[in-house]
């Protein structure tokens, strides 16, 4: 089983200022059609996670560019250029190499205000 | 826009079967284009993904849990079903369903979740 570890578990943010989240998996996300299945969710207060971004860096429909992700291979990061007060709750890191027979999710980032 | 919405008991005895519904609103569970998933999250913890079904009927369960899950589709009413068998306190948790893109692995359009406590 890939095991994804997600750093730090919590992060407190001054409005404006930038927030960056760590992602490191147990093996690479780098499936052999060349593509890497690294995915980021953000999950709000009382609701379901909600996609934001797919594919280490692809920014998924109507999430802001303030969003962005990087990585490869092992090691990805979550970067948020300004944070605003509606981006608090949990970001999890999710691979999806194996798809559709398993998905493993990190233990989560709590980002407050 | 799709929608989830996830049905079912709030409690369950211990050693018995969960059992959950999904019914989906504005989109065919019978397109090739989703897969249609369960996941859960125990109280205070994170994501566990628990598997996904096919247009097709195709399974794709967790190991961790594949002796105790079945999932199916009921196409005629556009809704797909899980089970969770000899269920302990430890399944406690909110029980979410999903969409997953077929082609990118996207769980782009979720339920509100039903949470399911496992006491006696």
């Known amino acids: 089983e890939i095991v994804m570890t997600q750093t730090p578990l919590s992060l407190s943010v001054t409005p404006g200022q930038p927030a960056s989240i760590s992602c490191k998996s147990s093996?690479?996300?780098?499936?052999?059609?060349?593509?890497?299945?690294l995915y980021w969710y953000l999950q709000k207060p009382g609701q379901p996670p909600q996609i934001l971004i797919y594919?280490?860096?692809s920014r998924f429909s109507g999430v802001p560019d303030r969003f962005s992700g990087s990585g490869s291979g092992t090691d990805f990061t979550l970067k948020i250029s300004r944070v605003e007060a509606e981006d608090v709750g949990v970001y999890y890191c999710?691979?999806?190499?194996?798809?559709?027979?398993?998905?493993?999710f990190g233990q989560g980032t709590k980002l407050e205000i | 826009q799709v929608q989830l919405q996830e049905s079912g008991p709030g409690l369950v005895i211990p050693s018995e079967t969960l059992s959950l519904t999904c019914t989906v609103s504005?989109?065919?569970?019978?397109?090739?284009?989703?897969?249609w998933g369960w996941i859960r999250q125990a109280p205070g913890k994170g994501l566990e993904w628990i598997g996904s079904?096919?247009?097709?009927?195709?399974?794709f369960c967790n190991p961790s849990l594949k002796s105790r899950v079945a999932i199916s589709l009921d196409t005629s009413n556009n809704q797909f079903s899980l089970k969770l068998s000899s269920v302990t306190a430890a399944d406690t948790a909110v029980y979410y369903c999903?969409?997953?893109?077929?082609?990118?692995?996207?769980?782009?359009?979720w339920g509100q979740g039903t949470l399911v406590t496992v006491s006696s």
């Open positions: 999903a969409r997953v893109g077929t082609m990118t692995g996207i769980l782009d359009s």
């Open positions: 504005g989109g065919s569970i019978s397109s090739s284009s989703h897969y």
């Open positions: 079904v096919y247009y097709s009927g195709d399974t």
């Open positions: 093996q690479s996300l780098l499936h052999s059609d060349g593509r890497t299945y």
């Open positions: 594919e280490v860096f």
């Open positions: 999710m691979q999806g190499i194996h798809l559709p027979f398993m998905y493993t």
